[in-house]
């Protein structure tokens, strides 16, 4: 078969350069929106890392104002506090971010729940967010959580808060829980690690990762901080797969945040078995939050946990992905309050 030949007109070689230069200008548009997304996103970043200075001592990482113009007048704008948020009991709201995310991620839930006169609380964990602590070095939940714990050992005597947990955040609540139960007046877990006495909260991811061993045998995620011939320590996902696990239904900005803010995932903490007693977290108030359209948790899981460990009440978010302080803030911050309204 000989070579072939198309001969192409004027008009026709006219039209093939007009398609080809609105294409370029269509992918420099695209790769512009981009660089812009990614931009903002880190100007965010940074304005959080700004926001966080302004605290010293072990409260240094909180995002989320309790100064007391807030505690006075969280309405300064003109709105009125609503009558039924007034009958709230427990006001102040301790956000804990889930693997690898940090303060950041709870921006816009911080901005709502502040606007409704309630008391937004976040802090990094250890090794997370802008937390300096090298990931690799976080090996226990104790430590992971010691921000946390370090708050609630801190409270005045009387003084209760309620916690909430994303994902394996809901490991640290549990932890606390058991620690400080009487600190606690009610505790939510937003497609989270909520898990049973004895479990780690690997267990519960198992279905999408495989089990913990073989996770620990062949995962290309995993990071081994101390050395090849070491134990890994800890592991994070490629961009792409965070994408589609996380983030199948946030916003773009909202994606382009998490992607320069988002750090590796300690190891230790997420393989520790947690000792949960029926004194103690046995007798919490435990609330869980579903998401619909998870990929990292998918609803049937999310459904296992409740059924195994049955909480006060249970809450659905259609629509929702991981990620609901993204996709979906409205819903979650209402049923936040709804929870927080509950006697």
Known sequence: ???????????????????????????????????????????????????????????????????????????????????????????????????????????????????????????????????????????????????????????????????????????????????????????????ATMVSDGQRPFDVFAEELGSAEQFMQGSKFLIHGNGKDKPPTGFMFEKEQMKGLYFNQSPAKDVALAMVSMRPIPLGPIMEKLSLSPKNYGTSRRFFIQTLDDRALSPDVQEKLVRENPPEGVFKIKGSDHCPFFSKPQSLHKMLVEIAQIP
């Open 1 to 191: 078969m000989g070579n072939r030949f198309i001969c192409m007109s004027k008009k026709d070689t006219k039209d093939v350069g007009s398609r080809s230069k609105r294409v370029n200008r269509s992918q420099r548009k695209l790769l512009a929106e981009e660089e812009f997304l990614h931009r903002q996103a880190l100007s965010m970043a940074l304005h959080q890392h700004q926001l966080s200075q302004r605290f010293d001592g072990s409260m240094s990482r909180r995002i989320g104002s309790t100064s007391s113009r807030r505690l006075t007048d969280p309405f300064a704008n003109g709105k009125q506090v609503p009558e039924s948020l007034e009958n709230i009991q427990t006001k102040k709201f301790i956000l804990v971010h889930g693997e690898g995310f940090g303060a950041w991620c709870w921006y816009k839930t911080i901005a709502l729940l502040e606007e409704a006169g309630l008391l937004p609380v976040t802090f990094d964990l250890k090794g997370s967010g802008i937390d300096l602590t090298d990931t690799n070095s976080v090996a226990t939940l104790a430590e992971y959580s010691k921000p946390l714990i370090e708050y609630l050992e801190n409270l005045e005597e009387d003084e209760k808060v309620i916690l909430v947990g994303h994902s394996n955040g809901g490991a640290c609540v549990s932890y606390a829980l058991e620690l400080f139960s009487q600190k606690i007046s009610k505790a939510i877990f937003i497609c």
